[in-house]
């Protein structure tokens, strides 16, 4: 039905920057907020920033002047810039997308997941 496919995780060094890309595709009539979350071992999913259709965005505390979340809709496509990443940036990132389907339906939507890993 909807599909969300993440990309851009890796292993880079402290300090270093990643940047991550989450496309949409499927039966899509609108897509409106769009985040990305991340779940590291032993922890519970946390939101990492998210962002509206008209552009409206908030972020964790934790990664406040660090990381941009932005999004083209012709694209169906959300991105998270993450600069001066630290060890405890490292973690399972998720895309999330809240779809409208139909003229009445809509439901939230998961990717699978990219590791992002910061270290030495």
């Known amino acids: 039905q909807v599909q969300l496919v993440e990309s851009g995780g890796g292993l880079v060094q402290p300090g270093g920057s990643l940047r991550l890309s989450c496309a949409a595709s499927?039966?899509?009539?609108?897509?409106?907020?769009m985040g990305w979350y991340r779940q590291a071992p032993g922890k519970q999913r946390e939101l990492v920033a998210a962002?509206?259709?008209?552009?409206?965005?908030n972020y964790a505390d934790s990664v406040k002047g660090r990381f941009t979340i932005s999004r083209d809709n012709a694209k169906n496509t959300v991105y998270l810039q993450m600069n001066s990443l630290k060890p405890e940036d490292t973690a399972v990132y998720y895309c999330?997308?809240?779809?409208?389907?139909?003229?009445?339906?809509?439901?939230?939507?998961w990717g699978q997941g990219t590791q992002v890993t910061v270290a030495f």
């Open positions: 962002v509206t259709r008209g552009g409206s965005t």
């Open positions: 999330n997308a809240e779809v409208q389907v139909s003229s009445w339906y809509k439901d939230n939507y």
């Open positions: 499927g039966s899509i009539v609108s897509i409106y907020n």
